[in-house]
Antibody
Framework: EVQLVESGGDLVQPGGSLRLSCAAS????????MNWVRQAPGKGLEWVAY????????HYADSVKGRFTVSRDNAKNSVYLQTISLKDEDTALYYC???????????WGQGTLVVVSS | DIQMTQSPSSLSTSVGDRVTITCRAS??????LAWYQQKPGQAPKLLIY???RLERGVPSRFSGSGSGADYTLTISNLQPEDFGTYYC??????????FGPGTKVDIK
């Protein structure tokens, strides 16, 4: 069974930074591209970032470009999201999500909550 | 970026009913569309991909159709466990991918 477990969410002041992690198990991690998707409280889903299986291709949503950095460590079956210059509007539950075909996601974690507030 | 709209935004329906949710893209997306169900406190669950292909393990009462810019999710014989919010997602020429705003389904 595929399991994705996010961690690292916290309460942070505007302008602050956080590093989110997602640990994967039950899949051949080296073959899967990984994504971060977020959901603000009571709102819909917003794709945030993509990293290919080899880290050779990386994409970001315009809303986070220049502030967020996605990376992965295939030896640790983990993907990360480094966030800096956090804004109030970055407050959300951050999910990691994946699927073998790349852009549809049958596998999701339970999310980690980031709250940006003074 | 491709924008997605959904209708209705919410609906209240009865067990056994047939429910139809519509998703419209701002341009044609060549069936590059997925549907998800999300229940409170849970991650989204993939139901349909490629507009009409049922994800493994999803009950056959869920079906998807459409082409071009217009797509439909149909739930036939609605069951009590089908409450939740349904999102469409386009992945045509991704990235980026975009989600619809969601349709909340309540069971009467």
């Amino acid at each position: 069974e595929v399991q994705l477990v996010e961690s690292g969410g916290d309460l942070v002041q505007p302008g602050g930074s956080l590093r989110l992690s997602c640990a994967a198990s039950g899949l051949d991690f080296n073959r899967f591209a990984m994504n971060w998707v977020r959901q603000a409280p009571g709102k819909g889903l917003e794709w945030v970032a993509y990293i290919s299986s080899t880290s050779g291709t990386i994409h970001y949503a315009d809303s986070v470009k220049g502030r967020f950095t996605v990376s992965r460590d295939n030896a640790k079956n983990s993907v990360y999201l480094q966030t800096i210059s956090l804004k109030d509007e970055d407050t959300a539950l951050y999910y990691c999500a994946t699927g073998i075909t790349g852009w549809q996601f049958p596998h999701w974690g339970q999310g980690t909550l980031v709250v940006v507030s003074s | 970026d491709i924008q997605m709209t959904q209708s209705p935004s919410s609906l209240s329906t009865s067990v056994g009913d047939r429910v139809t949710i519509t998703c419209r893209a701002s341009q044609g997306i060549s069936s590059s569309l997925a549907w998800y169900q999300q229940k409170p406190g849970q991650a989204p669950k993939l139901l349909i991909y490629a507009a009409s292909r049922l994800e493994r393990g999803v009950p056959s009462r869920f079906s998807g159709s459409g082409s071009g810019a217009d797509y439909t999710l149909t739930i036939s014989n609605l069951q009590p466990e089908d409450f939740g919010t349904y999102y469409c997602q386009q992945y045509y020429n991704a990235p980026p991918i975009t989600f619809g705003p969601g349709t909340k389904v309540d069971i009467k």
